[in-house]
């Protein structure tokens, strides 16, 4: 399984972080299977950063094997999706690029893809999902995937060109302005629509 992550796909976000606001392919990062956090399994902050920020996504999971999907059949090729979190130690992000290394670190540390339960498609269109983020019990952050740079199925048409897709990878779709620290103690939640789908805590 592979967790595939789109960054910088929303131009509010990209304003807010001071990054390129224009970019002309999709930027992709990955993050190891040991990233992944579910089930409503509690997030322990990492003693190697004092800036662990929330950026709330929409993530879709493969159900088939594929390569060089085009973008008209990328549809073909998940049926789910839910509410994600990638977590990301913001002050070693800040580290590496002033010094213009990888950040991998900073995204793909362990317990970093934290998803909630996935929820079927039929009926919903997703390119056009709202979606927000409650932390404890005030909305942090709220968008849309109409707002998406580059929609679901560009990323799965690209993505594709260069890594075979298999059964139950996810891809994080990217997200919107709004990102911040979290602390011990935090609860977070995450919706689609009115749909509560993500529900764990901060240790």
């Known amino acids: 399984?592979?967790?595939?992550?789109?960054?910088?796909?929303?131009?509010?976000h990209n304003k807010e972080l001071n990054n390129p606001l224009i970019v002309e392919t999709p930027v992709i990062f990955m993050k190891p299977d040991t990233a992944l956090l579910k089930d409503g399994k509690p997030?322990?902050?990492?003693?190697?950063s004092s800036d662990m920020q929330y950026e709330t996504e929409i993530v879709v999971r493969i159900n088939r094997l594929g390569k060089n999907i085009a973008k008209r059949f990328a549809r073909?090729?998940?049926s789910e999706a839910t509410v994600g979190i990638d977590m990301t130690a913001r002050d070693l992000q800040r580290n590496f690029r002033q010094e213009g290394l990888p950040w991998e670190l900073c995204k793909s540390?362990?317990?970093s893809a934290v998803t909630g339960d996935f929820i079927p498609l039929e009926g919903l269109e997703i390119d056009s999902l709202p979606f927000h983020l409650a932390i404890d019990g005030k909305t942090v952050q709220e968008s849309n995937t109409?707002?998406?740079r580059f929609k679901t199925d560009e990323i799965i048409e690209y993505v594709s060109r260069f890594i075979t897709l298999?059964?139950?990878d996810l891809i994080f779709t990217g997200t919107p302005a709004g990102v911040g620290k979290v602390e011990i103690g935090n609860h977070l939640q995450g919706y689609i629509g009115d749909t509560k789908l993500l529900d764990f805590r901060i240790k």
């Not at 399984?1 to 509010?12: E, V």
């Not at 997030?43 to 190697?48: G, K, R, T, W």
């Open 1 to 12: 399984m592979k967790i595939i992550c789109a960054g910088m796909n929303y131009t509010a």
């Open 43 to 48: 997030f322990y902050l990492p003693d190697f």
């Open 76 to 78: 073909r090729y998940y």
């Open 109 to 111: 540390f362990d317990n």
């Open 146 to 148: 109409a707002f998406m």
């Open 166 to 168: 298999k059964m139950g």
